[in-house]
């Protein structure tokens, strides 16, 4: 067990809905092998949780997470070449699992997400911020790169704006986060936050989970690949397949029959 089991937590009481909460307020949730490790687990626990449909992922106290803990960068500075790439190795494994759960996955940010704290909210499939919450990717100041969360925030920025945030480390507000697609959604306050976020969660719950799963691989094996004869050949498979599944029966029943699917009651 880690040295403090409590910084992460994770509630499933609710129906279908799983938050899990970065539970180190008094150091802004900042990152070490134990949150690493923890979310790690967390997230290997919720991908076999069928009766999941919705995971939120939120800071406890003023931000969502500050990156790195100071504490674990001056020890890491005296670590082996092969103790960096396994402790890099942890983080990237871990922002996989993220990004690979077969849920919809939300960020709910507010106050500081930085660096590590992007590449977690960059892995979910939608992020929720308030106006006053800010960003940065402030490795190069530290001497050191974006280099495990690049794929997932390269993927929702794009390279254009990577090269500005990556190489100047600048903070930017949550609107300009909005207009690079860093975030979707920007609120007032955290009870705008707890409002949109069921919101999603209701549009969400009516659409099948098995279907959600499916758009998720979709993205996936489609994005940034040419539309070539396997991509047409593949995108064919999948939609035979989903329409001969057990969810497009039923969605096309309760359609034709005017009434809620399975899913949806």
């Given at each position: 067990?880690?040295p403090?089991?409590?910084?992460?937590?994770?509630d499933?009481t609710?129906?279908?809905?799983a938050v899990?909460?970065?539970?180190?307020?008094?150091?802004?949730?900042?990152?070490?092998?134990?949150v690493i490790?923890?979310?790690?687990g967390?997230?290997?626990?919720?991908?076999?949780?069928?009766?999941v449909?919705?995971?939120m992922?939120?800071?406890?106290?003023?931000?969502?997470?500050?990156?790195?803990?100071?504490?674990?960068?001056?020890?890491?500075?005296d670590?082996?070449?092969?103790?960096?790439?396994?402790?890099?190795?942890d983080?990237?494994?871990?922002?996989?699992k993220?990004?690979?759960?077969?849920?919809?996955?939300?960020?709910?940010?507010?106050?500081a997400?930085?660096?590590?704290?992007?590449?977690?909210?960059?892995?979910?499939?939608?992020?929720?911020?308030?106006?006053?919450?800010?960003?940065?990717?402030?490795e190069?100041?530290?001497g050191i790169?974006?280099?495990?969360?690049?794929?997932?925030?390269i993927r929702?920025?794009?390279?254009r704006?990577?090269?500005?945030?990556?190489?100047?480390?600048?903070?930017?507000?949550a609107?300009?986060?909005?207009?690079?697609?860093?975030?979707?959604?920007?609120?007032?306050?955290?009870?705008?936050?707890?409002?949109e976020?069921?919101r999603?969660?209701?549009q969400?719950?009516?659409?099948?989970?098995?279907?959600?799963?499916?758009a998720?691989?979709?993205?996936?094996?489609?994005?940034g690949?040419?539309?070539?004869?396997?991509?047409?050949?593949?995108?064919?498979?999948?939609?035979?397949?989903?329409?001969?599944?057990?969810?497009?029966?039923?969605?096309?029943?309760?359609?034709?029959?005017k009434?809620?699917?399975?899913?949806?009651?």
């Amino acid at each position: 067990m880690s040295p403090d089991e409590n910084v992460v937590l994770l509630d499933s009481t609710r129906a279908g809905v799983a938050v899990v909460t970065l539970n180190r307020p008094k150091v802004h949730n900042a990152f070490n092998p134990d949150v690493i490790n923890a979310l790690s687990g967390v997230f290997e626990e919720l991908r076999g949780a069928d009766h999941v449909r919705v995971v939120m992922i939120q800071g406890a106290g003023p931000s969502f997470s500050a990156g790195a803990d100071l504490a674990w960068m001056r020890a890491a500075a005296d670590y082996t070449k092969g103790d960096n790439r396994e402790d890099a190795g942890d983080m990237a494994g871990m922002l996989h699992k993220l990004a690979t759960l077969p849920q919809v996955t939300i960020a709910l940010v507010h106050g500081a997400a930085m660096a590590g704290g992007c590449g977690i909210l960059s892995a979910c499939d939608m992020a929720i911020a308030t106006k006053t919450a800010s960003f940065a990717l402030s490795e190069v100041r530290l001497g050191i790169i974006p280099a495990v969360i690049s794929p997932y925030v390269i993927r929702a920025i794009g390279p254009r704006a990577a090269h500005r945030y990556f190489l100047t480390a600048e903070r930017f507000d949550a609107a300009t986060a909005l207009a690079l697609g860093l975030v979707h959604i920007v609120v007032e306050d955290n009870d705008a936050l707890a409002k949109e976020s069921e919101r999603l969660v209701k549009q969400i719950f009516s659409c099948a989970p098995g279907a959600i799963n499916a758009a998720k691989e979709l993205i996936a094996a489609v994005a940034g690949k040419p539309i070539d004869h396997h991509v047409i050949s593949d995108t064919a498979r999948r939609i035979a397949e989903r329409r001969s599944s057990d969810e497009a029966k039923e969605g096309l029943s309760a359609f034709l029959e005017k009434r809620k699917p399975k899913w949806a009651e």
